[in-house]
Each structure stands twice: as structure tokens, then as C-alpha cells.
């Protein structure tokens, strides 16, 4: 996994920026009941998209929660006395706490089929009866567009996603937790150039590739041959689930 203390400083700009952060939050929104009074945004990372959930809705209490310290303390910047450092699996809040719980862009990060259940579990049990938890599903998924990226990176060994909707569904319904409906949203600049991808290989974006070993050596020179090294390929388009508690 990538060492987001290191990666803080440049994960907005190397992940689409305010216009994804736009259509994440907008995406999430649609699916807050109207009438919620607080929300927390479990790994929020930088705050980029946990702020525009304090925007579009004044009178909702919004609270973040990170592992990472450089990534906490850049949220903070953005929602002063709103972040709180903690770890998704155990986290450092009541049972019924809040009117809604996002976890956006997390459990696709988590190796462990056990910490995804506990994280859902634990989003249910902060969450109050009636109160609605939205997650993102099957991101590894998304970033295949049928590029010619991934025609190359199709033969590149792969971890088993632990964010399947249908897992992720499973898991919820285990916590008292039902569907309540779904969205998608576009990973605005996030559509990857050949010169781009050879970069993510380099710093170890590709977990099952870590730089150094041959075989990645290998896809850097094919990624290398592709032809438009900086035109970017379309954007991946995210999955959203939503589900109530009981």
C-alpha cells in the first residue's frame, strides 16, 4: 500500500482535484437524506470532498476521521475542530452518533475481507437507526476503460477486490444495514496518460507490482511503447451504495 503521510502533499493534484472532489461530493449528497444533522466522512483523507459536505449543507455538523497524520492535518486546514484522528476499524465514537456515515474511496484499500467487515460494522454502530451509510464499491474496477493502458496492464497479477458491491452488500446486511439506493459519478481528471500510468508504476500505485521487481520493469517498457504518451484516457466512473439501518 502507498504511504499516504508521503503522498498527502500530492494526492489532490495527482487524483482530479476540485472537479473530482465536485462530483464526488455532489454524487454522495444526492443520496444524505435532506434531513440529516450530522455526518461523519470516515477516512477523509485531505478534506477535499469532506469540506463540500460542510458547504452544500450548513446546517448538517460534519465531522472527518483519518489514520494519517499528514492527511488529518491537511483536512483539518480545511474543517478547523472537524477532523479527529482514528483508525476506520475501531472507531472513536459512540454507538448512534450520526444522521449519516460515508466512506469514500476506502475499502477498496483494505487487503482483508475481516477489516472490511469491521468497518462496516463499525459505520453501522455509529450510525443511528434510520441513518443512511454510502460507501464506494468496486473501484478497481472503474479505472478499466478499455484503454489501451489497460490492454497492457490486463496481464498484471491482481489482488482479489474486497469491495465488491456484492461483498460489501453481504457485509452490511450482516450489521442490520439495508440497500437504500445507488449513484455513479465520474473520476474527473483522472483519466490516465501512458506517461502518467509509467508513474504510478514507479511509486507503487500498483500494489502487486512494487518497483524494482522485474516483472514491473517489464509493463514500465510497454507502457513506454504506447503511442499519445500525455493524452489522457477517458475517466474511470466510481460506483456508490447506500444503506439503511434498521
Known amino acids: 500500500m502507498l504511504d499516504y503521510d508521503k503522498e498527502a502533499d500530492d494526492y489532490d493534484a495527482l487524483r482530479g482535484g476540485e472537479p473530482r472532489a465536485e462530483a464526488a461530493a455532489d454524487a454522495v449528497l444526492g443520496l444524505v437524506p435532506r434531513g440529516a444533522r450530522s455526518l461523519l466522512d470516515v477516512a477523509c483523507g485531505t478534506g477535499i470532498v469532506t469540506r463540500r459536505f460542510a458547504a452544500a449543507r450548513p446546517g448538517m455538523r460534519v465531522t472527518g476521521v483519518d489514520l494519517t497524520t499528514a492527511m488529518a492535518r491537511r483536512a483539518a486546514a480545511r474543517l478547523p475542530g472537524a477532523i479527529v484522528m482514528g483508525d476506520s476499524r475501531r472507531l472513536p465514537f459512540p454507538d448512534d452518533a450520526f444522521d449519516a456515515v460515508t466512506s469514500v474511496w476506502l475499502l477498496h484499500l483494505l487487503a482483508d475481507p475481516d477489516d472490511v467487515r469491521r468497518v462496516v460494522g463499525e459505520c453501522a454502530r455509529v450510525l443511528r437507526p434510520g441513518g443512511v451509510y454510502i460507501t464506494t464499491v468496486d473501484k478497481g474496477a472503474a479505472h478499466n476503460v478499455g484503454s489501451d493502458i489497460d ?34 459519478f465520474p473520476g474527473r481528471g483522472q483519466g490516465r496518460s501512458p506517461r502518467r500510468a509509467l508513474m504510478d508504476l514507479r511509486r507503487g500505485w500498483f500494489v502487486t507490482l512494487p518497483p524494482g521487481d522485474p516483472l514491473a520493469d517489464d509493463f514500465a517498457v510497454r507502457l513506454a511503447a504506447l503511442p499519445d504518451q500525455d493524452r489522457p484516457r477517458p475517466d474511470p466512473e466510481f460506483s456508490l451504495r447506500a444503506f439503511r439501518k434498521r
Open 151 to 184: 490492454a497492457v496492464l490486463a496481464t498484471r497479477p491482481r489482488r482479489p477486490a474486497t469491495d465488491t458491491s456484492a461483498a460489501v452488500g453481504k457485509h452490511a446486511d450482516e450489521h442490520g444495514l439495508r440497500p437504500a439506493g445507488e449513484a455513479r
